[in-house]
């Protein structure tokens, strides 16, 4: 178990529309999602923490406005890219902790491409 | 700023062998800690956790864990080229579910 999906996998968007990435973990419950970006040759960077039924905590220096998180039912998350630019262009990845214990299982990874 | 710190590598080994890879933290306060592996273009996978001081073994992997000396540490036995990949260390954050990573150390096994 402990299977997490990510759609799409990958998205090609122009300047300024949005695109939504939807996170679900398919065999287990997880109140606490996170979203992670990660640009070639670096780590992971921890965006924000979801919580199912509250607000998302977001990491400094990331835009909540510019990247709006829900967490509807606990196998559901999805992240919002608003009006998004070419720099916005990364590897975004989403995990779920499974309940009663810390561990983070990841899904596959979308790759945004904004041209 | 809480940190966790990798040698980026790579490091490079010859099939059958041992590959020790080793990671520091700076937070006292973490209880939780993970080994991930991580191929080029992909997402992490979880291959291990310890919560505990000492040795935690599965199958060829073996965590070792030195709250004390904040050291954790991840041997692989009998190295296989298909283990080649970047390891990412993780340590969770202020005591919470968040985790902080480091930027992995690259594993070159040779055939």
């Known amino acids: 178990g402990a299977v997490v999906s990510q759609h799409p996998s990958w998205v090609i968007c122009k300047s300024g529309t949005s695109v939504k990435i939807e996170c679900r973990s398919l065999d287990f419950q997880a109140t606490t999602m996170f979203w992670y970006r990660q640009f070639p040759k670096q780590s992971l960077m921890l965006m924000a923490t979801?919580?199912?039924?509250?607000?998302?905590?977001?990491e400094q220096g990331v835009e909540k406005d510019k990247f709006l998180i829900n967490h509807a039912s606990l196998t559901l998350s999805t992240l919002t890219v608003t009006s998004a630019h070419p720099e916005d262009s990364s590897f975004y990845i989403c995990?779920?902790?499974?309940?009663?214990?810390?561990?983070?299982?990841f899904g596959p990874g979308t790759r945004l491409t904004v041209t | 700023q809480k940190e966790v710190e990798q040698n980026s590598g790579p490091l490079s080994v010859p099939e059958g062998a041992i590959a020790s890879l080793n990671c520091t933290y700076s937070d006292r306060g973490s209880q939780s800690f993970f080994w991930y592996r991580q191929y080029s273009g992909k997402s992490p996978e979880l291959i291990m956790f310890i919560y505990s001081n000492g040795d935690k073994e599965d199958g060829r992997f073996t965590a070792q864990l030195n709250k004390a000396s904040q050291y954790v540490s991840l041997l692989i036995r009998d190295s296989q080229p298909s283990d080649s990949a970047t390891y990412l260390c993780a340590v969770n954050r202020d005591s919470g579910y968040a985790l902080n990573f480091g930027k992995g150390t690259s594993l070159l096994v040779t055939p």
């Open positions: 979801s919580n199912e039924g509250s607000k998302a905590t977001y």
């Open positions: 995990s779920a902790k499974r309940e009663g214990t810390y561990e983070q299982y």
